[in-house]
């Protein structure tokens, strides 16, 4: 039987009774298939259904064929090792023991004496060669990264399950993993918001509310069907309003004319010219005629709500974030940000970084680049003062903002509009709740507690918090800022960054991000000597 993944009537809900999935059906065969939607969704829970690791609270996961599963984050043992993530620990003492001349005779037949070339071949897809006896916690996290996908080619599963496999790589890691899929053919399920990544799909499969629609082809054709799709339900918004207006009118017409004939048999009653028999019967007549025009014209005026209350929910998934952003008022020429000779090393004579001179005036947008390792987000602890450095100086505008990987600023004990009040205690709560909406944080949704929140929907609410305010801090500094954002909420903190007047430092590996918030300088990094 072909590999296959089938979800049948899927329903799901998290531990509150909130409902993810209701009725999902889905299916997927050998292709590659990028699977979208906003954060909270229910992205990674899928994933996690599909690999067994909880049963669903309703309908069936049906695979067809062995699966090989990438996650975000993986409790490392302190001794494991790369022979240990790959299971082949045993195999490789048997060669070892061959090669000493100390093998029995039936290890000499069990003896994989193929497995250093498969595992060299591996690493080489992934672009990153390493000693087998390497331990995992000596690697950094996107090396660990991609030793995890080079173990999964290793496996040949039927189907990989990719959880964000490019977060935290840097360009060399990225374009790894983005050559690797494009030359898998197998089945692959793969969560991502890496646009460049998503290419090289065979399908989009996006998640929404509603359930999971698919669209074949890769990112640009999927952006393509949306924006007709977008236009469409904009349409369909348009005709809603009208028929509302229609019944509307025609309600109002009816009350009126209701309203007129009751108006002129009392004046008929109280002049007396008819007889009250007569009166009586068309009085009647009238009520009844007056109820079933009322009836129908509420019947219509609830279709068309309910038209309309259609129109708008299919235009608010479609629709993307928005957000405008309140004026910094950076002078062109004024200094924000000086480095001078600056050393640093978390060991003495082991500097990270060695006599690292930079200036940063006015509203420049700078990159800060670099193969993971060289110091990148060592150098953004030396700017905010969180460390010191050995030699040199830093002097950075006072007023500047960082949002980290963790969103630190924010109090995960305290709700995203308190967060935004501590934050911004010049914003009324019209204006607080204003900014929150722009990032989608509507109504009940800015009363959440930031600890419950996902990690995207985390930095969301940090970006909202930091540049919603009546006036955006003069110097931005972010680190990684799209790992955990979904497409959507990653477009619109583009809009909102390419509109923002001051001076941007950004440690970014993703390009189409950095191209797409005009960076006009790039400090690159890298490792000293």
């Known amino acids: 039987m072909p590999a296959s993944i089938t979800l049948s009537n899927l329903s799901w809900s998290t531990p509150d009774g909130h409902a993810l999935f209701s009725g999902l059906d889905l299916s997927f065969g050998p292709e590659r298939s ?8 229910g992205k990674t829970t899928l994933l996690k259904l599909i690999a067994g690791d909880f049963p669903p609270r309703s309908g069936h996961v049906i695979v067809h064929g ?25 195999a490789l003492a048997l060669l070892a023991r061959a090669e000493a001349g100390l093998a029995s005779a039936e290890d000499l037949v069990t003896a994989d004496w193929t ?100 669209y074949g082809g890769n990112w640009s054709q999927y952006r393509a069907r949306k924006a007709l799709e977008l236009a469409a339900a904009r349409h369909d918004l348009g005709e809603a309003e009208k028929r509302l207006d229609e019944a509307e009118r025609k309600a109002q017409i009816a009350a009126e004319r209701k309203a007129h004939k009751d108006s002129a048999g009392r004046k008929a009653r109280a002049r007396g010219d008819a007889p009250l028999l007569l009166l009586d019967a068309k009085k009647e007549r009238s009520e009844k005629s007056g109820g079933a025009g009322a009836r129908l014209a509420e019947r219509q005026q609830s279709q068309a709500n309910q038209a309309l209350s259609r129109a708008r929910e299919r235009l608010e998934i479609l629709q993307p974030l928005s957000v405008k952003l309140a004026p910094t008022g950076l002078p062109a020429d004024k200094m924000v940000l000086r480095l001078d000779a600056l050393r640093f090393g978390y060991e003495p004579l082991r500097p990270v970084l060695d006599d690292l001179s930079f200036t940063l005036a006015g509203p420049q947008r700078v990159a800060v680049t670099g193969a993971n390792g060289s110091g990148k987000t060592t150098l953004l602890g030396l700017i ?57 944080f509507r109504a009940d949704a800015a009363l959440r507690s930031v600890g419950s929140l996902s990690g995207g929907q985390m ?32 477009e619109a903190v583009e809009a909102g960054l390419r509109a923002y007047d001051g001076a941007l430092l950004v440690v970014s590996h993703d390009e189409s991000f950095l191209d797409a918030i005009g960076i006009s300088h790039r400090l690159e990094l890298s490792p000293a000597t």
């Open 34 to 41: 990028g699977l979208v939607g906003r954060n909270g969704v």
């Open 66 to 90: 062995s699966l090989g599963r990438l996650r975000q984050a993986v409790q490392l043992e302190p001794d494991e090792t790369v022979a240990d993530l790959f299971g082949v620990t045993q």
């Open 115 to 214: 497995l250093e070339a498969r595992l060299t071949a591996a690493f080489a897809q992934v672009g990153l060669p390493v000693d087998t006896d390497t331990p995992l916690t000596t690697l950094s996290g996107g090396q660990r990264t991609r030793i995890g996908l080079a173990a999964l080619v290793f496996a040949e599963p039927d189907f990989l399950l990719l959880d964000e496999p490019t977060n935290n790589l840097d360009r060399e890691g990225r374009k790894a993993v983005i050559d690797l899929l494009a030359g898998w053919r197998g089945g692959a399920v793969v969560v991502s918001h890496d646009r460049e990544l998503l290419e090289a799909m065979d399908a989009i499969v996006e998640l929404t509310s509603l359930g999971a629609s698919v």
């Open 384 to 440: 905010t003062g969180r460390l010191q450095p050995q030699a040199g100086h830093v002097w950075v505008l006072p007023g500047f903002a960082l949002l980290d990987q963790e969103v630190s600023l924010l109090d995960p004990k305290e709700t995203i509009r308190d967060n935004f009040k501590r934050l911004n205690p010049q914003s009324d709560e019209n204006g607080c709740r204003s900014a929150l909406a722009r990032f989608m």
């Open 459 to 490: 930095l969301r609410a940090g970006l909202a918090c930091v540049l919603g305010g009546e006036r955006p801090p003069p110097l931005l500094i972010l680190d990684e800022p799209t790992n955990h954002l979904d497409i959507e909420a990653i």
